[in-house]
Nanobody, 127 residues
Framework: QVQLVESGGGLVQTGGSLRLSCASS????????VGWFRQAPGKEREFVAA????????SYADSVKGRFTISRDNAKNELYLQMNSLKPEDTAVYYC????????????????????WGQGTQVTVSS
């Protein structure tokens, strides 16, 4: 098992930046493919970004491509999401998620693929 705790959310103006972190504990972090999802009020949870175990492959939702960067530090057991050029429509609770993965190269974009979830961190972008 792995436990996930997000941090780094907050209130930022349009065009600003935030860096989210997700700290893991429990089983070795490098055994998991991980990703970020978000859920805005009244909307379903949506995929934001994902990264493979060995950091070699990543995937982004079209809505964040070119603005957000996902990364991980397996030595520190942490996942990151650097968010630049933030827009009001990025306002949501952001969740990190993990899935035990046999391959070091795969990533997952479907929330149903993930087994472990953090509690979420609120990101609010003011216009």
């Amino acid at each position: 098992q792995v436990q996930l705790v997000e941090s780094g959310g907050g209130l930022v103006q349009t065009g600003g930046s935030l860096r989210l972190s997700c700290a893991s504990s429990g089983r070795k972090f490098s055994d998991y493919a991980v990703g970020w999802f978000r859920q805005a009020p009244g909307k379903e949870r949506e995929f934001v970004a994902a990264i493979s175990r060995n950091t070699g492959t990543t995937s982004y939702a079209d809505s964040v491509k070119g603005r957000f960067t996902i990364s991980r530090d397996n030595a520190k057991n942490e996942l990151y999401l650097q968010m630049n050029s933030l827009k009001p429509e990025d306002t949501a609770v952001y969740y990190c998620a993990a899935k035990l993965a046999g391959s070091i190269r795969v990533y997952y974009t479907d929330s149903n693929s993930y087994t472990y979830w953090g509690q979420g961190t609120q990101v609010t972008v003011s216009s």
